[in-house]
């Protein structure tokens, strides 16, 4: 890197699990660039200061979702947040709401539990491929326009769960099923392909899951992707209500 006029404070909470007892922050002062994401203060820092750095990223575009990271107090997705938004100093941690696995790193296996939960996958359609015989005769899947539009908000979702650590539900309620979770499980069941939302919403009408929601709205507030998670909770808590009341009405076999 060029010689750079401007340097910054940067502070890392720091946790070796082999080593510490409880998470503490290391200070390091570098140079920046007027162009610089955040996370390229954090792999310089990596590169040319202290190897011991732990911290995860990779496509560099905000679409792998896997930079997240506390910026200040705020979840932030670290390849797209600008170092020149702040000045002299900038303290980042690891995601809050989730066990730190080393440093920056997090542990996802909780949230990984939760989405497998809803089955983010369109229901019956693997069965449906297996018994085609013929492709010609039996057709493919087809979608209007609007029905796309009915559930595209909700799929543009890429997992980079600052609505999880954003969220107050999760602070206090570590079970709850959190936003990400239900808007995805939400969107499949817009999905006029789908035949899966009866299973969906006995899990969004069960303990911890939507209505759990106290409607803060944070999640939406730092959806990197324009995604109103908070929407699709409460459409869903609609939508769990609406089948349980045709269940009574009118039973049938569910998905």
Same mark, same amino acid.
């Given at each position: ?68 990271? @506390?910026? *200040?107090?705020?979840? #932030?997705? /670290?390849?797209?947040? %600008?170092? +020149? ?46 018994? @085609?015989? *013929?492709?010609?005769? #039996?057709? /493919?899947?087809?979608? %209007?326009? +609007? ?109």
């Amino acid at each position: 890197m060029a010689e750079s006029n401007r340097h910054m404070r940067v502070e890392i909470l720091r946790f070796d699990p082999d080593k510490d007892e409880v998470p503490k922050s290391q200070e390091y002062e570098i140079p920046v660039e007027e162009d610089w994401k955040v996370l390229d203060a954090i792999n310089y820092i990596k590169d040319e200061v202290d190897p011991s750095v732990s911290h995860r990223w990779s496509c560099r575009m905000a679409v792998c979702g896997s930079c997240g990271m @506390m910026v *200040n107090g705020e979840p #932030k997705l /670290t390849c797209k947040t %600008s170092l +020149a938004d702040y000045e002299g100093s900038i303290k980042i941690e690891p995601l809050a709401n989730f066990p730190i696995v080393r440093d920056l790193v997090v542990d996802m296996d909780g949230f990984m539990d939760k989405f497998r939960k809803v089955k983010p996958w369109i229901v019956r359609a693997k069965e449906r491929a297996e018994d @085609m015989e *013929n492709l010609n005769e #039996k057709g /493919t899947y087809s979608q %209007s326009p +609007a029905e796309l539009a009915t559930f595209k908000q909700f799929s543009m979702c890429i997992n980079c769960l600052l609505c999880y650590a954003a969220c107050p539900v999760i602070a206090n309620e570590p079970d709850f099923i959190g936003p990400a979770a239900i808007a995805l499980g939400h969107r499949y069941n817009l999905d006029s392909r789908d035949e899966g939302d009866r299973g969906r919403n006995e899990i969004f009408r069960g303990e911890g899951t939507a209505f759990s929601c106290s409607f803060a709205n944070e999640c939406s507030e730092v959806c990197p992707k324009n995604v109103d998670p908070a929407a699709a909770v409460n459409q869903a808590k609609l939508g769990a209500v609406v089948d349980w009341a045709k269940g009574l009405i009118l039973p049938r076999e569910g998905a």
